[in-house]
């Protein structure tokens, strides 16, 4: 039999069809490509259990249908970026008395662009022309770039159904967090709708998805750290976990890690004493409510993190502010202007009394911290990739001391400069980029800086310099560099 006759006349391998005998577990790049191209071009349809060039029907039984099916799904989720919306159909034929399936795998064009296929590390766009599937050229990346809708993630619409049943969680965390008005009220399907969970044929959108009972995906990773002293990669790790779950499991592993390991405190006001935590409960959660609703979706093998050292807290959350304010560091939290970067999952935390619709999170953390001193003030540091929350320990009477270098010691540097003590305390435990390097020191970002004192340090392996994406960051190398 031959694909024709159970779906009618079809296209050989034409622009927007193509056949495959099965997902080829040696060469996974090559159909995912496929799959990739049709996202980027207009959509394509891709059938699996079909011999390609003749059409003829190679099929699988029940079973082995349903393997290739989530073996597909597992390997669009691990290697492509936005996933795009795919519609999976089992299509039945008979062969001699015996059922048989094939796959139609239903690739939509996707509303963001460009999707960007990652394998052995190495990202890559492909488009999909006269039924081949190539790399997609500079052109066309910028037409793509152009004509992208720039939808946020979590609006996109995905290919799970609402089931009230797996959203058991998110019903208990919406009660948990209502007043004494609202308590025992449930957040109805009706509500969910009105705020487009799902789209009008009961598909979740991505957002949605994340709030499932059984969601477990790399999307929500967090990974929660204790560090002996004031600075990363110079201090003994206490603890390190990772966690990944849906948001209301994510908010709720977060707050109860830091609440188990913060300090305690206690302050004499006249005849009574008062109990102190080292982070305020208001302004902690505030913080992690603001990490997970603005954190970019988007940046696949990223994760929040919650890093505690011995005078504050840091809680980093992947993506810069979204079309907003761009900073290097402020302590002016009510003046930072963030536009929310997901709409929906904002909406359900803010029906859930968890998050201001106004967006007055800072405010309150402000608030918490009002009568703190200067060296115990919240602040905030953004980055293109990211934002960072920082609370001070209360309980820690000397304040912050992240912004003051450690003392360092090491043999000085052939054909040195006056800037190298300054660079290598610098990015002693924690890697930096040659603009973020000159803004310190109070120096342009030039050629001969580059050369004269990054260079250098690097030649003679001082600095240690590593590449993410086509950003270069510099490290000091503690073999050669001592804290005093």
């Known amino acids: 039999m031959y694909l024709e006759e159970i779906i009618g006349k079809v296209q050989l391998e034409g622009l927007t069809s193509e056949c495959k005998r099965i997902l080829n577990r040696n060469d996974n790049e090559g159909w995912l490509k496929t799959v990739a191209g049709f996202a980027n071009a207009s959509g394509g349809d891709l059938y699996i259990g079909v011999e390609d060039k003749t059409n003829k029907l190679i099929g699988f039984d029940r079973t082995e249908a349903d393997n290739e099916r989530n073996y597909f799904n597992n390997q669009v989720n691990e290697h492509i970026t936005p996933r795009p919306q795919i519609n999976i159909s089992f299509l039945p034929y008979r062969v001699r008395n015996s059922e048989r399936f094939v796959l139609r795998v239903q690739v939509m064009e996707s509303v963001v662009k460009p999707v960007i296929l990652k394998y052995n590390n190495t990202p890559s766009i492909y488009m999909r022309r006269d039924g081949f599937t190539n790399g997609a050229t500079y052109e066309e990346i910028i037409e793509m770039s152009v004509r992208s809708k720039n939808t946020q993630f979590d609006l996109l619409v995905s290919d799970e159904t609402y089931d009230p049943g797996k959203f058991t969680g998110l019903q208990a965390f919406f009660r948990a967090h209502q007043d004494e008005k609202n308590k025992g009220k449930e957040l109805k399907e009706k509500a969910l709708r009105s705020m487009g969970f799902m789209d009008e044929k009961g598909y979740l959108l991505n957002g949605a998805v994340l709030f499932r009972d059984d969601y477990d995906g790399r999307k929500t990773g967090v990974q929660c750290s204790v560090f002996s002293g004031f600075h990363k990669g110079s201090e003994r790790i206490v603890t390190i976990n ?137 602040y905030i540091c953004s980055a293109s990739d990211h934002f960072t929350l920082v609370l001070p320990d209360l309980t820690y009477a000397e304040g912050v001391e992240d912004d003051r270098a450690p003392e360092i010691s090491f043999v000085p540097v052939p054909d040195g400069t006056e800037h190298d003590e300054k660079v290598l305390a610098f990015c002693y435990g924690q890697a930096h980029k040659a603009a973020e390097i000159a803004e310190y020191l109070g120096i342009s970002d030039s050629t001969y800086f580059r050369k004269k004192v990054l260079e250098n340090l690097e030649k003679h392996e001082y600095l240690l310099r590593s590449k993410v994406a086509r950003a270069s960051y510099y490290k000091t190398n503690m073999e050669l560099v001592r804290v005093e």
């Open 242 to 378: 990772r966690f990944n779950g849906n948001i209301p499991d994510t908010i709720e592993y977060i707050m109860e890690f830091v609440n188990q390991r913060m300090n305690h405190s206690m302050i004499k006001l006249g005849d009574k004493r008062i109990n102190i935590d080292a982070y305020p409960q208001r302004a902690l959660f505030e913080g992690v409510i603001n990490a997970v609703a603005h954190r970019d979706y988007y940046l696949d093998g990223t994760e929040i993190q919650v890093d505690m050292f011995r005078d504050r807290l840091e809680i980093s959350s992947p993506g810069g502010f979204y079309r907003g304010e761009k900073f290097g560091k402020t302590y002016d939290l009510s003046g930072v202007i963030s536009k929310r970067r997901n709409e929906l999952i904002s909406n359900v935390l803010v029906a859930c009394n968890v998050m201001e619709a106004a967006g007055t999170g800072f405010e309150k953390i402000m608030e918490e911290y009002a009568d703190a001193d200067e060296l115990h003030k919240p």
